[in-house]
T-cell receptor, first 112, second 112 residues
Framework: GDSVTQMEGPVTLSEEACLTINCTYTATGYPSLFWYVQYPGEGLQLLLKATKADDKGSNKGFEATYRKETTSFHLEKGSVQVSDSAVYFC???????????FGKGTTLSVSS | SAVISQKPSRDICQRGTSLTIQCQVDSQVTMMFWYRQQPGQSLTLIATANQGSEATYESGFVIDKFPISRPNLTFSTLTVSNQSPEDSSIYLCSGSPLGGYTFGSGTRLTVV
C-alpha cells in the first residue's frame, strides 16, 4: 500500500544553518504531497504542498520539489530560525482522494 | 482554507468513562477524518466520516470503541468509549475542502 518514509530525527541545528529533511514515498500513480508542521503543544498546520511532478511548494522560506523519478519530496530551508523548532510531517494523498498518509515525523530543534 | 474548531482541547478522564470530541468547520466539507496521535508517534487514521452514511473505519479501529457522528457537512463528533490508559493520545479531526486538508487543533486526552 501507499506509504511515506521520513528521515529519523531529531535534527539539531544552529540558527542560520541549512536544513534538509528527506521524504520518499511509495504510491500508485502520482499522489499529491504535503509537508505539515506541528509546533510544541499545537495542532497540525499545512506548510506546503505539491500536486504534480516537478511542482515546487514553498512557504515561510521552506521549499520542497515533487520528484517523481526519485519518488521524493525533501523539505529544505536555507537559514533556519529558533522559531522553526517543531515536528515536521511528510504526507501524501492518494488518487482516490481519501485521507492523508503520514510519515513518522522529524523533530527539528534549532538553537541560537 | 477552512478553519476547524475542535473541543475540548484537553481532558483528563477516568478509566471506563467516555469522552466525546466535537469538530466544527466554518465551511462545508465533503469528507471529515479522525486521527489518533499517540505520544511521540505519527498520525494514524481512525475513520472517515461522510454525511448520511456510517463512518468507514480503518483496520484496528471499531465502531463500538470509537462511534462517530456526521449530522451535516460542517460538524462531526468522535466518542472514545470505555476508556483505558492506552487511549491516552491526541485526537485530531480534519476536513477536505479543495486544495488540501485542514486540521483541528487537537484534543489531548489523558486517561487515568
Amino acid at each position: 500500500g501507499d506509504s511515506v518514509t521520513q528521515m529519523e530525527g531529531p535534527v539539531t541545528l544552529s540558527e542560520e544553518a541549512c536544513l534538509t529533511i528527506n521524504c520518499t514515498y511509495t504510491a500508485t500513480g502520482y499522489p499529491s504531497l504535503f509537508w505539515y508542521v506541528q509546533y510544541p503543544g499545537e495542532g497540525l498546520q499545512l506548510l506546503l504542498k505539491a500536486t504534480k511532478a516537478d511542482d515546487k511548494g514553498s512557504n515561510k522560506g521552506f521549499e520542497a520539489t515533487y520528484r517523481k523519478e526519485t519518488t521524493s519530496f525533501h523539505l529544505e530551508k536555507g537559514s533556519v530560525q529558533v522559531s522553526d523548532s517543531a515536528v515536521y510531517f511528510c504526507a501524501l494523498m492518494n488518487q482516490a482522494g481519501t485521507a492523508l498518509i503520514f510519515g513518522k515525523g522529524t523533530t527539528l530543534s534549532v538553537s541560537s | 482554507s477552512a478553519v476547524i474548531s475542535q473541543k475540548p482541547s484537553r481532558d483528563i478522564c477516568q478509566r471506563g468513562t467516555s469522552l466525546t470530541i466535537q469538530c466544527q468547520v466554518d465551511s462545508q466539507v465533503t469528507m471529515m477524518f479522525w486521527y489518533r496521535q499517540q505520544p511521540g508517534q505519527s498520525l494514524t487514521l481512525i475513520a472517515t466520516a461522510n454525511q448520511g452514511s456510517e463512518a468507514t473505519y480503518e483496520s484496528g479501529f471499531v465502531i463500538d470503541k470509537f462511534p462517530i457522528s456526521r449530522p451535516n457537512l460542517t460538524f462531526s463528533t468522535l466518542t472514545v468509549s470505555n476508556q483505558s490508559p492506552e487511549d491516552s493520545s491526541i485526537y485530531l479531526c480534519s476536513g477536505s475542502p479543495l486544495g488540501g486538508y485542514t486540521f483541528g487543533s487537537g484534543t489531548r486526552l489523558t486517561v487515568v
